[in-house]
C-alpha cells in the first residue's frame, strides 16, 4: 500500500497512531486479533520501526492494544478505552 501522506509539521508517529486507530475501532481487527509485525506496518507507512512503536505505545497507552513482548500487538478484549487527551474513560462501543 502506499505510505502516509505528509501533512504538515505533525509527528509521523502521530499520523501512524492516528491511522492504527481508525482501523481498530472500524473493526480492521476485532477483540484478541494480533496486529501485523512492526516491521511490515513501518513498510506499509513508509517509516522506521521506532516510529511504529511510538504509535503502538500510545495506543496501548490509551486501552486500545496491548503489547505483549515477544509474541506481538494485539486488538485490546476490553470494551473501555482510557483517552490521555479527555482524561476520562469511555465505552468502546
Known amino acids: 500500500m502506499d505510505p502516509m501522506p505528509s501533512r ?20 480492521e481487527w476485532g477483540p484478541g486479533e494480533r496486529l501485523p ?5 513501518a513498510q506499509h507507512y513508509g517509516v522506521a520501526r521506532n ?6 505505545r500510545r495506543l496501548a497507552d ?9 509474541w506481538g500487538t494485539f486488538r485490546n478484549l476490553s ?7 479527555i482524561g476520562r474513560v469511555r465505552s468502546a462501543a
Open 51 to 56: 516510529t511504529i512503536a511510538k504509535a503502538l
Open 8 to 27: 504538515g509539521p505533525e509527528l509521523p508517529s502521530r499520523r501512524v497512531e492516528e491511522d492504527l486507530r481508525r482501523r481498530c475501532t472500524a473493526g
Open 62 to 70: 490509551d486501552g486500545l492494544v496491548e503489547i505483549v513482548p515477544n
Open 37 to 41: 509485525p512492526v516491521a511490515e506496518l
Open 79 to 85: 470494551h473501555v478505552i482510557y483517552r490521555r487527551d
